[in-house]
Each structure stands twice: as structure tokens, then as C-alpha cells.
């Protein structure tokens, strides 16, 4: 499989900058929460912010790592988010951003039309992408959904919302006011 740091494929490179956008952007809506804030529940069945984060560092460096890049892995359909890592939060977070970098670096000379390296046959109930551009869209469309997620958990804890407009979370009374849009 062709690794090499270039690629002349504009949609791998498309994807994972966006990819690795994706991941900045939920680091920095975490920014200012505190150890205690990033470990608590934020849902009924049990997961915190710092759990996602987790959860977002290993699923995408799976599909980037063991899938694209065909490094076969033992997959366990049945492990559940670790909701407390055990390290502090802010090596989580310097783990998420440092290895999601050396993943996107590792197969962004993929051609996106190629079959994915490794795929776990039988998981997911047969799911299957046959294209690392499929994969990367995949995992794409994970991470916006665990940024949804996050963003309502965020202002749960302290009403913080993300402010498209500066490209970071801001807190209530900081900026200009949000419409009620529900009349």
C-alpha cells in the first residue's frame, strides 16, 4: 500500500484536513472545562466528555491505522467507551491531536478510490466500505456527530455554545445573543 507523506489524490487530502479539523474543533470546545467537568456524566447511559474524546481517539486512529493503513487488529464489537480514562485530561487531549496527526500523515498518500487496506470481516452486521474514500467519509461523518453531541453536553455544564463566527466556544453573556427561534 502506498504510504508516502504525498499524495497527488485531492480527495484524501480534502478529507482528512477536514478530518483533522474535526478533531481541533472538539478539543477547542472543551477549553476551559475543568478535570472534574470533562470526567463527569454528561448523559444517562453513563459517558463524559472526557469519554468521547477517548472515544474519538481510538476510532479514528482505528479506521485511519488499522483499516486504511491495513494493520489488523483484534475488534471487539462489544467494548463500551472507557467514560474515565485513566490519565489526566489534558494527555488525553495531547494524545488525541498527536496520534489523529500521525495517522492523517500515515495514509495521506492513499489513493481514495482504493480499497481499504484491512477491513474486520463480519463486523458491524456485514457493514462494509470499499473505499478508503468511503472509510474516510465514514469517519467523517462520526466525528461531526460526536461534535453534535459534545456541543450539547458543553452547554449542559455551563451553557457554553460554539461561536461559528470567532471559531471557539463562547460563554453566555459573551458575544452577541443567540435568536430564540421558537415563537
Known amino acids: 500500500m502506498n504510504t508516502s507523506t504525498h499524495s497527488t489524490d485531492p480527495v484524501t487530502i480534502e478529507l ?6 474535526s478533531v481541533c474543533r472538539l478539543v477547542a470546545s472543551v477549553e476551559g472545562l475543568t478535570e472534574e467537568q470533562l470526567r463527569t456524566p454528561a448523559t444517562p447511559s453513563g459517558w463524559s466528555v472526557l469519554g468521547l474524546l477517548g472515544h474519538v481517539h481510538d476510532s479514528t486512529t482505528f479506521w485511519l491505522h488499522n483499516v486504511v493503513s ?9 467494548d463500551e467507551w472507557a467514560n474515565d480514562p485513566p490519565r489526566p485530561a489534558a494527555v488525553v487531549v495531547e494524545e488525541l491531536l498527536a496520534d489523529v496527526a500521525s495517522a492523517c500523515d500515515a495514509v495521506r498518500g492513499v489513493d481514495s478510490s482504493q480499497e481499504p487496506g484491512w477491513w474486520p470481516e463480519g463486523a458491524w452486521g456485514g457493514y462494509r466500505q470499499r473505499t478508503v474514500r468511503g472509510v474516510l467519509v465514514h469517519l467523517l461523518n ?10 450539547i453536553a458543553r452547554e449542559q455544564i455551563d451553557g457554553a455554545v460554539w461561536d461559528f463566527t470567532v471559531n471557539r466556544v463562547r460563554q453566555p453573556n459573551n458575544g452577541p445573543k443567540l435568536q430564540n427561534l421558537a415563537r
Open 142 to 151: 462520526d466525528n461531526a456527530a460526536h461534535t453534535g453531541q459534545l456541543d
Open 16 to 21: 482528512l484536513g477536514w478530518i483533522e479539523a
Open 70 to 78: 491495513g494493520d489488523p487488529t483484534a475488534l471487539d464489537e462489544d
